[in-house]
């Protein structure tokens, strides 16, 4: 129930920062503290591809390929995901997308895209 929004996505030269979020909307608290909150991203001819993913402690994992660079946190009250992303490369370039799993489902956002450019 409800819906994942992204926002945040534009153009950044090679080396800079951007931030992503996410928010819950028209989602009560308990449906966006259930489950695994996520971030994955789809560039241009490859398949969609896990970024990030953080849990309702915080415990969180990442991809080799952003590991050091991109932050996931959440703000559970405020129903908001965040992706921090440091030292941009244009390989980084995709449409970013906010999920949620819950016991095996997944609900998705419409994704943002994050353009890597000089």
């Known amino acids: 129930q409800g819906q994942l929004v992204e926002s945040g996505g534009g153009l950044v030269q090679p080396g800079g920062s951007l931030t992503l979020s996410c928010k819950g909307s028209?989602?009560?608290?308990?449906?966006?503290?259930?489950?695994?909150l996520g971030w994955y991203r789809q560039a241009p001819g490859k398949e969609r591809d896990l970024v990030a993913t953080?849990?309702?402690?915080?415990?969180?994992t990442y991809s080799e390929s952003v590991k050091g660079r991109f932050t996931i946190s959440r703000d559970n009250s405020r129903k908001m995901l965040y992706l921090q992303m440091n030292g941009l490369a244009p390989e980084d370039t995709a449409v970013y997308f906010c999920?949620?799993?819950?016991?095996?489902?997944?609900?998705w956002g419409q994704g943002t895209q994050v353009t890597v450019s000089s």
């Open positions: 999920n949620r799993n819950f016991e095996g489902r997944n609900q």
């Open positions: 028209r989602m009560i608290t308990s449906t966006f503290n259930s489950g695994i």
């Open positions: 953080i849990t309702l402690d915080g415990t969180t």
